[in-house]
C-alpha cells in the first residue's frame, strides 16, 4: 500500500508537465498540372491558346465554357459582334465586375494594349469573397468583343481558393496575350 501511495504521488507531481508545445505550422499541399498550351479548335470569329487539360464546352452565338474539372471552376466566355454598340458592351462588362463590389476587399484593373494584333482590353482581379474573382474583356475595337469571367462551383472564400485563382489567372493571361481575331 505505501508503494502504490508514493507511485501515486510520484505521478501526480511528475506526469503534469506544464511545457507547452504548440502545434507546428501546415500548409496546403496543393499540386497543380504543368501549364501546356493549345491553340482552341473550335471554328470562332477569334483564336487563343488554352489548356490542354481542360475541357470546352461550345456554347451557342460563339460562346464557350472553359472548365477545370479537377479545381471545380470554369472561365465562361461570351462573344458580341459589335454593331455600332461597343460602349454599350463596355459599360455592361464594367458593371458586371462591379456588381462584386459588395463582396469584394479590392478590385484590381490591368490593361492590355496589343496594336498589332488589335487586341485591346482589361482584365479586373477581385480580392475577397465574391462570386467572381477574375474578370475581363478584349476588343479590336471595330467587328469583335470577348467578355470572360471566372466562377467556381462552391460557396466564396477567398482564402481557400487563392492559389486556383492564381493559377487561373496565367491561363487568362495566355489567353488574352494570345487572342487573334478572324476576319
Request: contains cysteine.
Amino acid at each position: 500500500m505505501r508503494n502504490f501511495f508514493f507511485f501515486s504521488l510520484f505521478s501526480i507531481l511528475f506526469s503534469c508537465n506544464s511545457d507547452f508545445l504548440p502545434k507546428p505550422k501546415a500548409y496546403l499541399s496543393l499540386e497543380y498540372p504543368e501549364k501546356n498550351y493549345q491553340n482552341l479548335a473550335l471554328v470562332r470569329p477569334y483564336s487563343f491558346d488554352i489548356q490542354k487539360n481542360t475541357i470546352i464546352v461550345d456554347e451557342t452565338n460563339n460562346w464557350l465554357k472553359i472548365q477545370y474539372p479537377n479545381l471545380k471552376a470554369s472561365v465562361d466566355i461570351t462573344y458580341r459582334p459589335i454593331e455600332n454598340n461597343l460602349q454599350e458592351l463596355l459599360v455592361d462588362a464594367e458593371k458586371l465586375v462591379f456588381k462584386h463590389a459588395v463582396k469584394a476587399e479590392q478590385i484590381i484593373p490591368k490593361d492590355f494594349l496589343n496594336y498589332e494584333k488589335r487586341v485591346f482590353g482589361s482584365m479586373y482581379e477581385i480580392t475577397g469573397n465574391a462570386a467572381s474573382n477574375l474578370q475581363f474583356h478584349v476588343t479590336d475595337s471595330t467587328h469583335h468583343f470577348i467578355k470572360g469571367a471566372l466562377y467556381f462551383y462552391a460557396k466564396p472564400n477567398y482564402d481557400s481558393i487563392l492559389p486556383a485563382v492564381e493559377y487561373i489567372k496565367k491561363d487568362i493571361l495566355q489567353l488574352i496575350e494570345s487572342l487573334e481575331w478572324k476576319k
